[in-house]
């Protein structure tokens, strides 16, 4: 009987999951080990992996009651955009790993469902061809290497096929040890929109070429006054990704930064960093409103995405949740993950008593640090 119950369940699931933890499980029965490794693994013992779920989970909530909830809007700005939700997909790499159509279908459901898609340099299909296939806001992210000409080039034909902004990620300067990927010998294809420029194909001792190609080619002597070098080759905004305490963060908003993601890497760089959502109010604080803040890692929840913004974050970034939907149901699959945060975002602003993204504030929430002055 038992057997036969555990079964029902699991088609099911794959029929209608419910919740991101079915769709994350979905994912590792559809990919190939070595695939669903690469995009659900971390850093070294994976503790930051862990702690960026696990933190809000100490994150409580301060509801109001008797607050109309009849009619609940998720609509917001991010940087004069109007989209549906406060959410953005982050640039995660190489979506065809996870489904036929890559990118494209991301970028298809992201358009759906009116967010901002943030595509990754490190995309299967080109920026030209996630262009051609859909019209709404998207984000270019990209790294600083070594030849500045590919990064130029880059930012040039992201700019040409309709990028509003650039993501310069800065937390890289080597890639960190992925214990699993070395283990899987984890060899990644081609990347097309470097063809022409240089080659992929690198030969690693370790078994991984995704670390021996970044350290070929990402520039390791990154530093702050490459950013006006970067603002000297474009006219979009920059968002610098990666930032974890105050004095980055004064530094990123006096480099001219349009602003600040809040971000570990997804637990993927140095372990041992903290979680994303526990420092989120340090830079929130550096700030000062100067420009806005936005934050990735460990998002599972409608409820999450209400912590981060009651925390003074203007969105959060879906990252390995839209990749485990890619891979479960492809289009259908990103655009329902969407859907699902969105549907539970309303639910927790209804029962909290915050009928619009507005209303949400820093009294609507105790964090564990609170809790602990609290009882001195």
């Known amino acids: 009987m038992q057997e036969f119950v555990t079964k029902v369940h699991v088609r099911n699931m794959a029929e209608d999951p419910v919740n991101v933890n079915e769709y994350q499980e979905l994912a590792r029965q559809a990919l190939l080990k070595m695939y ?18 696990e933190a809000f989970r100490r994150i409580t909530f301060r509801l109001r009651i008797l607050i109309d909830g009849s009619k609940i ?10 989209v549906s939700a406060p959410f953005m997909i982050a640039p995660t790499a190489r979506h065809k790993l996870a489904h036929p159509e890559g990118e494209v279908a991301t970028a298809r459901a992201a358009a759906a469902c009116n967010v901002i898609m943030i595509l990754s340099y490190m995309s299967m299909c080109t920026v030209e061809e996630v262009a051609s296939s859909y019209d709404a806001i998207r984000f270019f992210q990209i790294y600083v290497y070594k030849r500045r000409d590919i990064t130029t080039r880059l930012v040039q034909r992201a700019e040409r096929s309709g990028s509003k902004a650039i993501v310069l990620t800065v937390d890289v ?23 022409g420029l240089l080659s992929t194909q690198v030969v690693s001792d370790e078994g991984s ?28 905004p920059i968002l610098i990704k990666g930032v974890l305490t105050h004095e980055d963060a004064i530094k990123a908003v006096e480099a001219g930064a349009a602003g600040i993601i809040v971000s570990n890497h997804g637990a993927r760089q140095l372990d041992y960093t903290p979680a994303t959502i526990s420092v989120l109010v340090e830079v929130v604080h550096a700030v000062k409103g100067k ?86």
């Open 36 to 53: 669903y490794d690469f995009y659900a693994g971390g850093a070294e013992d994976q503790y930051t992996l862990q702690e960026n779920t």
């Open 173 to 195: 300067p080597r890639l960190g040890r992925r214990e699993v990927d070395i283990k899987n010998k984890m060899i990644a294809p081609q990347l097309k929109n470097f063809e």
């Open 209 to 236: 070429n995704v670390k021996a190609f970044a350290d070929s080619t990402v520039d390791a002597s990154l530093s702050w006054k490459d950013i006006v070098w970067l603002r000297s080759i474009t006219k979009s």
């Open 73 to 82: 809007s998720l609509l917001t700005i991010l940087l004069g955009y109007h």
């Open 291 to 376: 420009v806005p803040v936005f934050v990735d890692g460990g998002v599972r929840q409608g409820t999450d995405v209400f912590k981060v913004l009651a925390l003074g974050a203007q969105a959060v970034l879906i990252g390995r949740p839209v990749v485990y939907g890619l891979a479960a149901k492809g289009k259908i699959g990103v655009r329902r993950v969407t859907e699902m945060l969105k549907d539970e975002l309303e639910l927790t602003m209804a029962l909290s008593g915050c009928p619009t993204i507005k209303d949400i504030t820093r009294g609507h929430v105790i964090t564990d640090r609170e809790r602990f002055r609290s009882s001195l």
